[in-house]
T-cell receptor
């Protein structure tokens, strides 16, 4: 979807190095989310943001931090990457929470930690 | 514990067959979503529904709130329908199923 882009699309990094993934939206949606997708698991929420500088943890937040200094950008940082963080990461945006709001997903970032 | 269970996990069908994917959930919800993910691709929203039935082309989604169950049907399946189909439910947060991998053989 053109309204949300993730970068990079693919990245290979070494254990112990910091990594930042970027999610950029042009929809002016309030809510932004970072998920990871692993075989055998549904999408799992890492962190989410409900406004500029307003963020909160999801169910798998250990080892990750986020920042949102502008409405359009939501950054996910792995301070010191580990092999267990090898995954596909998806960003999503939404106008609001609750049943009347849908999600738009980015195309994903495939991260490999070696 | 999984709040959302999908069945089957994997499904192979011949082109033209009628396909059903099931989703059961255990939490109170305000809406249920069906998502599609092509291999190596992003995730696309197919349906969002809170009651009854919705139809889009060859895709039909139904939900029974009392039974906490939803089905996604594909009529006249085609190889381009090959993808992972994910059920997700939401109230104030999303719960995702692990997906059903569909392969349609020509």
């Amino acid at each position: 979807d053109a309204g949300i882009t993730q970068s990079p699309r693919h990245k290979v990094t070494e254990t112990g190095t910091p990594v930042t993934l970027r999610c950029h939206q042009t929809e002016n949606h309030r809510y932004m989310y970072w998920y990871r997708q692993d075989p055998g698991h549904g999408l799992r929420l890492i962190h989410y943001s409900y406004g500029v500088k307003d963020t909160d943890k999801g169910e798998v937040s250990d080892g990750y931090s986020v920042s949102r200094s502008k409405t359009e950008d939501f950054l996910l940082t792995l301070e010191s990457a580990t092999s267990s963080q090898t995954s596909v990461y998806f960003c999503a945006i939404s106008e609001g929470t609750g049943g009347s709001y849908g999600y738009t997903f980015g195309s994903g970032t495939r991260l490999t930690v070696v | 514990k999984n709040e959302v269970e999908q069945s089957p996990q994997n499904l192979t069908a011949q082109e033209g067959e009628f396909i059903t994917i099931n989703c059961s959930y255990s939490v109170g919800i305000s809406a249920l979503h069906w998502l599609q993910q092509h291999p190596g691709g992003g995730i696309v929203s197919l349906f969002m529904l809170s009651s009854g039935k919705k139809k889009h082309g060859r895709l039909i989604a139904t939900i029974n709130i009392q039974e906490k169950h939803s089905s996604l049907h594909i009529t006249a399946s085609h190889p381009r329908d090959s993808a992972v189909y994910i059920c997700a439910v939401t109230d104030n947060q999303f719960y995702f199923g692990t997906g059903t991998s569909l392969t349609v053989i020509p």
